[in-house]
């Protein structure tokens, strides 16, 4: 039953890998390189984007409090 439920969340789930350059791993805990586990649908079932890697990305990785110098009005 475990591994059924591993291979549901796994297939709910799709790898991505964050590179940041040019200063932006100081927002991000001086970590340039980072692999995320994200769903593949948002919260209204729609595929996820860049615009919800964003937020995700905020909202889950990025430890400085200075949102600002990475997303501003919701863009990079």
Same mark, same amino acid.
Request: some cysteine.
């Given at each position: @039953?475990? =591994?059924? !439920?591993? $291979?549901?969340? @796994?297939? =709910?789930?799709?790898? *991505?890998? *964050?590179? &940041?350059?040019?200063?932006?791993?100081?927002? &991000?805990?001086?970590? +340039?390189?980072? +692999? $995320? /586990? #994200? %769903? *593949?649908? =948002? !919260?209204?079932?729609? %595929? #996820?984007? @860049? /615009?919800? $890697?964003?937020?995700?990305?905020?909202?889950? #990785? @990025?430890?400085?409090? +200075?949102?600002?110098? &990475? *997303?501003?009005?919701?863009?990079?």
């Amino acid at each position: @039953m475990e =591994d059924t !439920e591993n $291979l549901t969340k @796994m297939q =709910d789930t799709i790898f *991505v890998n *964050v590179d &940041f350059t040019g200063g932006l791993e100081i927002l &991000f805990s001086n970590q +340039r390189k980072h +692999r $995320l /586990a #994200v %769903p *593949v649908n =948002d !919260e209204q079932g729609q %595929p #996820v984007n @860049m /615009a919800f $890697l964003v937020s995700y990305l905020c909202q889950n #990785v @990025m430890k400085d409090r +200075r949102k600002e110098m &990475f *997303v501003i009005d919701g863009t990079v």
